[in-house]
């Protein structure tokens, strides 16, 4: 028997030898298929246009990142680089076709392994010895006064400048390394410009105490060779007279006392043996001041807590937050949405058994015949439009309205507890300053 397995063994390995040959002759024959009619197969093509589609977009989106995006949108323009790839099977291709495929991929690796070159400037075309490509497309822009929008230019090139506004509004051309204004437009704008100088360019749209919808476009057409960067933007403080000065509104707070204001509050039947169940606080109203902002902690609890005393800060903090997402006036009307914002993001922590009577008075006779506690609320005359009677923990505002000081009177009804009260008072005032862009 093992003489004939070896007699066997020989046989089949010619077998598998001759089934070699013929599976190779019928790759030789698969190898000599005819090429598809335009040297690339349609699938091909087709991923091949998508995959480029998806690169302009990617720049085209860095653009408008690298001008005025966040850390957050400068991070997903480089997430989408790390999710893009693209491959191609070049067997079945012109050459031609192949050297086009693998030329778009050498482009994604090389961006991919130098993500931040896509910030870098937008890619242009070369069409006999000339450059095209486009340094602005920021397309239904809501503008509320004044917007701009910074782009580069190197020296010759020919700049076509298209802004369609929704409104009429005044736009202008900047020369922004030269400090100078170079045209100025009123309504929509399809214009040339010849840039005498390489540098950052700035189109201005103004559309004064309005709101509008704008889209701008610049793209350009030049000789010179040399890249067209991207604009990223800051803001600095400036004076009135500098360049591209421009006025904003901003909140001030001044906090009225050093330290919080520490009140007690005695039980009635307790208050009737020693210490009062009422207190007035006055409260001086700086000049300038538009509303007074109050943080009131109350307490069954002598203890302080890490928050008191820092309710300046706090607003200071939450209205630095406000500005980023959005909201760059101060609005000053009463029950303004901004001061209303303010409030919901510092409020005081609450003990919910804990609660008294808040009075506000604007007249000082007032005051002291409810400090006295010799009469009960229905005989002197308090805010009752700011007052809040049976309040727990709270923020809350006051309106002077031209007084130089306003009275806050708190009263403790409960019979048998005390209430301790923590009370910070922080004064907002508006001013005017003048802020300008920064572009590198």
């Known amino acids: 028997m093992c003489m004939n397995r070896l007699d066997v063994e020989p046989k089949i390995t010619i077998v598998l030898l001759a089934l070699l040959v013929l599976l190779g002759g019928c790759g030789g024959k698969n190898a000599d298929k005819e090429l598809p009619k335009n040297g690339i197969s349609e699938f091909e093509q087709r991923k091949y246009d998508n995959t480029l589609k998806q690169l302009n977009d990617l720049y085209a989106k860095a653009s408008n990142v690298a001008a005025s995006g966040t850390k957050t949108a400068i991070y997903g323009v480089k997430q989408e680089i790390e999710d893009l790839s693209y491959d191609f099977n070049g067997d079945n291709m012109s050459e031609e076709n192949r050297k086009k495929c693998q030329a778009l991929k050498d482009r994604i690796n090389q961006l991919k392994a130098n993500p931040d070159a896509v910030f870098n400037g937008m890619p242009s075309t070369s069409v006999g010895g000339v450059s095209q490509g486009t340094v602005i497309n920021r397309q239904n822009v809501k503008v509320t006064g004044l917007e701009r929008f910074p782009c580069w230019l190197n020296r010759g090139d020919t700049a076509t400048i298209i802004v369609d506004n929704s409104a009429p509004a005044r736009v202008a051309l900047y020369n922004y390394a030269q400090s100078m204004l170079v045209k100025r437009w009123k309504g929509n704008v399809d214009s040339k410009y010849i840039a005498t100088s390489s540098g950052i360019y700035v189109i201005e749209v103004n559309a004064g105490d309005k709101s509008l919808r704008s889209s701008v476009s610049v793209t350009f057409h030049g000789k010179n060779g040399k890249p ?105 009307e009463s029950g303004s949405d901004i001061i209303n914002r303010l409030l919901l993001n510092t409020r005081p922590p609450r003990e919910e058994d804990a609660y008294c009577n808040l009075y506000v008075f604007a007249n000082r006779a007032q005051a002291k015949k409810f400090q006295d506690g010799k009469e009960s609320s229905g005989n002197y005359q308090y ?38 009260i923590w009370l910070e008072v922080v004064a907002l005032r508006h001013r005017t300053k003048y802020v300008r862009p920064i572009y590198y």
């Open 228 to 332: 067209h960067r991207n604009i990223a933007t800051r803001m600095a403080d400036c004076k009135e007279s500098d360049f591209l000065s421009a006025p904003t509104d901003v909140l001030v707070t001044q906090s009225i006392w050093d330290e919080p204001k520490r009140i007690g509050l005695r039980g009635n039947l307790k208050s009737i043996f020693s210490g009062k169940s009422r207190s007035i606080i006055s409260v001086l109203v700086p000049k300038q001041c538009d509303a007074l902002l109050y943080s009131m902690r109350i307490s069954t609890n002598e203890n302080t807590v890490e928050s008191d005393g820092k309710f300046a800060d706090r607003l200071a903090t939450s209205y630095k937050s406000i500005r980023i997402f959005g909201v760059k006036v101060y609005e000053r």
């Open 383 to 420: 805010d009752v439009d700011q007052s809040q009677v049976g309040t727990q923990s709270c923020n809350g505002r006051l309106y002077p309205k031209g007084k130089s000081v306003m009275y806050m009177g708190f009263e403790n009804e409960r019979m048998r507890y005390d209430n301790y």
